[in-house]
C-alpha cells in the first residue's frame, strides 16, 4: 500500500489538493455455507499536491451500503385485547444494509445541507415517499432501530483512524444475515464540514458452490427444487425406517 | 458448528436444528402429529423468517411422516381407504390455505392469523381431550381392569348420505364427515405449517369413531400428501422452502420418530392422549400470552413490493 502510494505521489498532480487513494482488504465476499459473517478493512490515504494549505478540520467518512430494497414497516395496536398489526408504512428504498463510521461524530465534520444532499447518514439513506400514516418519521426510526439491533444497521462514530492526517483505516463487521448484491463502499474527505473528495467502489457480496446453485434452483426452477426437497424427504424417511428395521434385528 | 441457509439467509447452529428436529421427531412417532404445531414456533425463536419456517416445516413433516408411516404399514395399522378419502379433502383444503395465505401475506396480518388458529385449535382440542382421557382413566381404574372403550355411538355423522365402508376401521359411514376434516387440515397445513395430525387424530377418534389403533397410522399416511403438496406450492408460489434447512431437521426428526413409534407401542392409549393433551395446551398458553402481553417492539418489517 505505502508502495502503491509512493508510485502514486510520483505521477503527475491532479487538479484537486486532497485526494483519497484507497485500498480494500477483498475484491468480494463470498457466502459459503459455514459463513458466520465477515468484515470489511478499509483504508487508504490522503494524497496532497503540497502546493495549497488544507484548512479546517479533516473528516473522513466511509458508508457501506447494502442493494436497496423496499421494505413495509408495520405497527401494532391493542384490538380487543390483542396485539394486531393495524398501521403500515411503505419504504420504498432502503438498502438492506447500512454502515456509517467517521473518524469523528458525523455532525462535527459534515454540515446538515451535506448530508441532505449526499444522504449520508442512516435517516437520509432512506427514503419513504408518500407515506399517508402522521408521524411517518416513527416507522423510519423504528426500521433503522430493528436493522440495528440485527447488525444491519451501523453508526460507528470513531470507527475511522486517521493517522498523521494522511493514513486511514477502518474496519466495518458484516453480520451472517447478508443479502446478495453489490455493496457500494463510499469514502468522503471534508475539510471545515464541506466535502473535497470522494472515492466509490463496489464490492459484490455472492454465494458461492452449492448455496448459490440451490438459490439459483429455488427461484429460476422452483417445480424442480420442490420436487427435489420431497425426494430428499421420502428417501430420509424411508432410510431412518430401514435403517432401524436393521438395528432391530 | 454455524450454517449458512441458503433461502432463509440467515446463519443459525446446525446442531441446534438436529436437536430440535430429534425432539419433535420423538414427539411426532408417539403421538402421530407431525410436530409442526411446535416445531414451526420454535423455529420463529431461533431467527427462521416466519414464511420460509412454515414452508420448510411442510417439507420436513413429508420426511418424518414417510418414515412413521412405514412402521405402521408393516403393522397392518394404516386405514388406506379413510387415508385416501381424507386426502382428497385435505388437497383442496391446502390449495385454499395457500390462497388465503397469500392474500393475508399481502395485509400483514398472516403473523395474527397462524397465531390465532394456533391458539383457537389447540386451546379447543387440548381441553377436550384432556378431559376425555382423564375421564377414561378414572372409569378404567373403578372398573379395576381394563375397560373396553365402546365408541360406537349412533350420532348425526350415521344419518348422512354417500356411505362408504371402511374394513379396516371397522366403519359404515358417510364419506362427508371424513372429507370436511380433510379440507380443515388441508387449511391448516397450508396457514400454520403443520401436518394437522392434532386436529385430525381427535376427529376421527370423536367424530368418526375410528379405532385409536388404526388412528395414528392413517393420519400420517393422509399427512405425507397434504404436506408434500403444500411445499410444492409453496416452492413454487413463494419460493420459501429451504432445503438446506429441510435437511438438518429431517435427519434430527426421522430418526426422533422412529424411536417416538417404538416407544408409542409400549404406552396406553389413554396415557398418550393425556400427554398430548397437555403439550398441546403448553403450547396454546404460550402463543396466547404472547398476544396479550404489550410486545417489546411494537414495529416489525414485512418484505416490500406491492400486494
Request: glycine fraction near 10%; hydrophobic fraction near 50%.
Amino acid at each position: 500500500m505505502i508502495r502503491l502510494l509512493a508510485c502514486l505521489l510520483l505521477l503527475a498532480l491532479p487538479a484537486k489538493a486532497e485526494e483519497i487513494v484507497l485500498g480494500l482488504s477483498r475484491d468480494e465476499v463470498a457466502i459459503t455455507a459455514t459463513f458466520e459473517g465477515s468484515e470489511f478493512l478499509i483504508f487508504g490515504a490522503i494524497k496532497r499536491d503540497g502546493r495549497s494549505e488544507a484548512e479546517g478540520d479533516l473528516g473522513v467518512i466511509v458508508t457501506v451500503a447494502g442493494p436497496d430494497e423496499p421494505v413495509v414497516v408495520r405497527k401494532k395496536d391493542r384490538r380487543l385485547g390483542i396485539w394486531v398489526n393495524t398501521d403500515a408504512v411503505e419504504v420504498d428504498v432502503a438498502p438492506t444494509f447500512y454502515a456509517v463510521a467517521t473518524n469523528r461524530p458525523l455532525q462535527e465534520i459534515l454540515t446538515f445541507t451535506e448530508d441532505l444532499n449526499t444522504r449520508i447518514s442512516t435517516q437520509r439513506a432512506i427514503r419513504s415517499v408518500g407515506a399517508t400514516v402522521d408521524n411517518a418519521e416513527r416507522f423510519t426510526q423504528a426500521l433503522i432501530r430493528i436493522r440495528a439491533r440485527q447488525g444491519l444497521y451501523q453508526r460507528l462514530p470513531t470507527g475511522v483512524l486517521v493517522e498523521e492526517e494522511t493514513l486511514f483505516r477502518t474496519l466495518i463487521p458484516l453480520p451472517a444475515n447478508l443479502t446478495e448484491g453489490d455493496y457500494r463502499a463510499e469514502i468522503y474527505l471534508t475539510r471545515g464540514k464541506q466535502i473535497v473528495d470522494v472515492y466509490t467502489t463496489t464490492i459484490p457480496v455472492k454465494k458461492v458452490g452449492l448455496e448459490r446453485w440451490l438459490y439459483n434452483l429455488a427461484h429460476d426452477q422452483p417445480f424442480l427444487y420442490g420436487l427435489m426437497s420431497l425426494a430428499i424427504a421420502i428417501f430420509s424417511g424411508w432410510a431412518a425406517a430401514a435403517a432401524f428395521t436393521v438395528f432391530r434385528r | 458448528m454455524q450454517i449458512y441457509l441458503p433461502i432463509a439467509e440467515v446463519s443459525v447452529n446446525a446442531f441446534l436444528l438436529l436437536g430440535l428436529g430429534g425432539i419433535v421427531g420423538v414427539l411426532s412417532g408417539m403421538f402421530g402429529v407431525g410436530g409442526g404445531f411446535l416445531m414451526t414456533p420454535l423455529l420463529f425463536f431461533i431467527g427462521i423468517p416466519p414464511a420460509v419456517a412454515v414452508a420448510t416445516e411442510a417439507n420436513q413433516i413429508v420426511a418424518s411422516s414417510f418414515s412413521g408411516v412405514l412402521a405402521h404399514l408393516k403393522r397392518k395399522t394404516v386405514d388406506l381407504r379413510m387415508g385416501t378419502v381424507l386426502l382428497i379433502g385435505g388437497l383442496v383444503g391446502s390449495a385454499l390455505g395457500i390462497l388465503l395465505f397469500n392474500y393475508l401475506k399481502s395485509l400483514g396480518q398472516v403473523e395474527l392469523l397462524v397465531q390465532l388458529c394456533y391458539v383457537v385449535f389447540l386451546g379447543m382440542i387440548g381441553t377436550l381431550m384432556f378431559i376425555e382421557s382423564l375421564n377414561a382413566i378414572r372409569n378404567a381404574n373403578k372398573a379395576g381392569g381394563r375397560a373396553v372403550p365402546k365408541r360406537r355411538k349412533h350420532n348425526w355423522v350415521h344419518n348422512l348420505p354417500f356411505k362408504m365402508k371402511f374394513r379396516v376401521s371397522g366403519l359404515y359411514i358417510s364419506v362427508i364427515p371424513p372429507l370436511m376434516v380433510g379440507v380443515l387440515v388441508g387449511v391448516l397445513a397450508a396457514i400454520m405449517g403443520v401436518g394437522g395430525g392434532f386436529i385430525m387424530v381427535p376427529a376421527m377418534i370423536y367424530l368418526l369413531g375410528m379405532p385409536t389403533k388404526v388412528v395414528v397410522g392413517t393420519s400420517l399416511f393422509q399427512i405425507i400428501f397434504v404436506t408434500a403438496f403444500t411445499t410444492m406450492l409453496h416452492a413454487t408460489t413463494n419460493y420459501t422452502v429451504d432445503v438446506v434447512l429441510a435437511v438438518l431437521l429431517l435427519v434430527g426428526g426421522v430418526i426422533g420418530a422412529q424411536i417416538g413409534t417404538r416407544i408409542g407401542v409400549k404406552m396406553k392409549a389413554e396415557q398418550l392422549r393425556i400427554l398430548l393433551a397437555i403439550m398441546v395446551l403448553a403450547v396454546c398458553g404460550k402463543l396466547a400470552f404472547d398476544l396479550l402481553i404489550t410486545p417489546s417492539e411494537l414495529y416489525s418489517l414485512g418484505t416490500g413490493g406491492h400486494s
